[in-house]
């Protein structure tokens, strides 16, 4: 893939134009910084993203950042909170695994240097059932280890047409398939 492509996966065009803006952030095969994102750039995407910050485990994400559309989601604000204190004040326990699951997939946006697509179906925590498309991509303090996640839900309560091909699926693109060395690696 040629650098700054956008991956064929990554299908919603508004994520897509997101990873178009967070590519540009990777000056030298570094990771954007938390500091490099501009809220004004991400504009009308704002509602939707989450900025977390990565711990040593899934259960230790703590939400730095949960837009407006996401606590809409949610039913709640998660700001503050780790997956472990949501798994334990808001889901319910049929809903562990898949709660887990997420947990892990994000998780490993940092541990293992990847760019991660979804498209899913859940049961916001106090709403209907929804579909929704999710973009994750790492960020970094100091360029080279990622300690954060920059992630976009977008849902289908936005009645956009993309929602009616709506297929589920989950990709995860290692940096280096992307053109994006680890230079902590060397």
Do not use: K
């Not at 695994?97 to 240097?113: I, K, L, N, Y």
């Amino acid at each position: 893939m040629r650098t700054g492509a956008v991956p064929a996966v990554i299908l919603h065009p508004r994520l897509r134009a997101l990873y178009l803006y967070w590519r540009g952030l990777v000056v030298e095969g570094r990771l954007p910084r938390r500091r490099d994102i501009d809220a004004i750039a991400l504009g009308p995407l704002l509602p939707h993203i989450n900025l977390l910050d990565v711990g040593a485990t899934p259960d230790e994400l703590r939400y730095r950042l949960a837009g407006g559309a996401i606590c809409q989601a949610f039913g709640f604000e998660p700001r503050g909170l780790t997956r472990a204190e949501i798994r334990q004040r808001h889901v319910a326990p049929a809903a562990h695994a898949d709660f887990d699951e997420t947990s892990r997939q994000t998780h490993d946006v940092a541990a293992r240097r990847i760019v991660a697509y979804t498209h899913d179906r859940m049961t916001s925590y106090d709403r209907q059932f929804i579909a929704y498309a999710r973009l994750m991509l790492p960020l970094s303090e100091d360029g080279i280890h990622a300690t954060g996640v920059l992630g976009c839900i977008l849902t289908s309560a936005d009645r956009d047409p993309f929602w009616n091909d709506f297929v589920e699926l989950h990709h995860e693109l290692p940096l280096a398939e992307l053109g994006i060395p680890d230079p902590g690696a060397a």
